[in-house]
């Protein structure tokens, strides 16, 4: 039940099309769900997040979307472009236990 | 700059030994969080400390043990290594000791290499 599972493992893109990663989750506790990126080399950095009593977020290209219904949340990065290509995770923790669960990452090749 | 340090960035040893892995957290970031990343396992949590007290543990094996000290820097020893061991360690902090925002600022990792 501490599962997040993200797909795909991988994504080729072209430059100012419209990546889409997924996420599932099991655990109906879970209410709080960010995203993280990381580039080679480096550590995580914290992306974009959402709580459950929104369908959806945006911050500049990148959107997510949340289905508490289906237990599902994926992210939009609209016009991608060859600097988003990196290594995507999802995440998803409890208010109270910060401990993050993370999904296994995607990782993004937005080609020129 | 996470302003997260992990100290060392490489390190190469054989299977049996012990290593070290040095974390500094952000200044004033309380809690301190290890995380072992394989290429076929994502991210996995292993253990959580805030303000020198363990608050959480994760798929963290017998072999590995941390600490935070009073200055808030953390170390996590890995013992008997293992070839499997071999992975990058993340070390995060944040601010806060559960709840909030739940946004970790991680350091640029200690790859392990286990020969």
């Known amino acids: 039940q501490q599962q997040v599972k993200q797909s795909p493992q991988s994504l080729i893109v072209q430059k100012g099309g419209i990546s889409i990663i997924n996420c599932a989750y099991e655990?109906?506790?879970?209410?709080?769900f960010p995203w993280y990126q990381q580039f080679p080399g480096k550590g995580p950095a914290l992306l974009i997040a959402i709580r459950p009593d929104v369908s959806e977020k945006k911050e500049g290209r990148f959107t997510i979307s949340f289905n508490k219904s289906a237990k599902q949340f994926s992210l939009h990065i609209m016009d991608s472009q060859p600097g988003d290509s990196a290594t995507y995770f999802c995440a998803a923790s409890l208010t109270g236990f910060q401990k993050l669960v993370f999904g296994t990452g995607t990782r993004l090749l937005v080609s020129p | 700059d996470s302003g997260v340090t992990q100290t060392p960035k490489h390190l190469i040893t054989a299977t049996g030994q012990r290593v070290t892995l040095r974390c500094s957290p952000r200044s004033g970031d309380l809690s301190v969080y290890w995380y072992q990343q394989s290429l076929d396992q994502g991210l996995q949590f292993l253990i959580q400390y805030y303000n020198g007290e363990e608050r959480a543990k994760g798929n963290i094996l017998e072999r590995f043990s941390a600490q935070q000290f009073p200055d808030l820097h953390s170390e996590l020893n890995l013992s008997s290594l293992e070839l499997g061991d071999s992975a990058l360690y993340f070390c995060?902090?944040?601010?806060?000791?559960?709840?909030?925002?739940?946004?970790?600022?991680f350091g640029e990792g200690s790859r392990l290499t286990v020969l």
């Open positions: 655990n109906t506790a879970f209410d709080y």
């Open positions: 995060a902090s944040s601010a806060r000791r559960g709840g909030g925002t739940g946004e970790l600022f």
